[in-house]
């Protein structure tokens, strides 16, 4: 499979744990996405990254929440003390140059209990 | 503020009768707009963005900046269409704007 790839794909963890996922993005794509998705909503939008620089950061995305991309290739994203509010499908998505269509991971399930 | 709309949770149609898909948007600049399906135990992926009106799988989207809509449409339902539509903004920066979806069930 060439395409965006997640993992793990589902991640169950206690309260007050810290998370991290990984996506390897389409190999010659330098845009990345993060969303998180929950039930009954479409995917909110995170953070994106161009190569290796964060250039936006939503709202959303408290001081819990850290994600890096060192060499522009992978990105990691990190939830600290989780809480349960945080239990979602985190989705990676990935696009090339100045092309708007995005391809989506097939996400990361988090439940935290 | 930058919002998209997608009014139905849920549509169900009969095999072989329209479909539209509702969607409408809340933004002051020059939107972009797609449309994203997600069938079962797939991943999220791109239907069709306005800009390259085309038609894909038969389905269609006109966006109509006056009543700020870009409604999916398509004249014949199939039971493969059965899926989830995102109806999506692509704002001026790296953002895009996701509705919460509208679940499409075609009965046979």
């Known amino acids: 499979d060439t395409g965006v790839s997640q993992n793990p794909r589902h991640k169950i963890t206690k309260r007050g744990q810290n998370v991290t996922f990984r996506c390897d993005p389409i190999?010659?794509?330098?845009?990345l996405y993060w969303y998180r998705q929950t039930l009954g909503q479409g995917p909110e939008f995170l953070t994106y990254?161009?190569?290796?620089?964060?250039?936006?950061k939503s709202r959303l995305l408290s001081d819990r929440f850290s994600a890096e991309r060192p060499k522009g290739s992978f990105s990691t994203l990190e939830i600290q003390r989780t809480e349960q509010g945080d239990s979602a499908m985190y989705l990676c998505?990935?696009?090339?140059?100045?092309?708007?269509?995005?391809?989506f991971g097939q996400g990361t399930r988090l439940t935290v209990v | 503020a930058q919002r998209v709309t997608q009014p139905e949770k849920l549509l169900s149609v009969f095999k072989g009768a329209p479909v539209e898909l509702k969607c409408n948007y809340s933004?002051?600049?020059?939107?972009?707009l797609f449309w994203y399906v997600q069938y079962s135990r797939q991943r999220l992926q791109l239907l069709l963005r306005?800009?390259s009106r085309e038609s894909i799988k038969g389905f269609t989207a006109d966006l109509n900046k006056g009543e700020t809509s870009f409604h999916l449409k398509k004249p014949f339902a199939q039971e493969e269409d059965s899926a989830m539509y995102y109806c999506?903004?692509?704002?001026?920066?790296?953002?895009?704007?996701f509705g919460a979806g509208t679940r499409l069930f075609v009965k046979a």
């Open positions: 998505a990935s696009s090339l140059g100045t092309e708007r269509e995005a391809f």
């Open positions: 190999s010659e794509h330098n845009r």
């Open positions: 990254f161009q190569n290796e620089a964060q250039l936006e």
């Open positions: 933004y002051s600049g020059s939107p972009e």
């Open positions: 306005h800009i």
């Open positions: 999506a903004l692509h704002t001026g920066g790296f953002k895009t704007i």
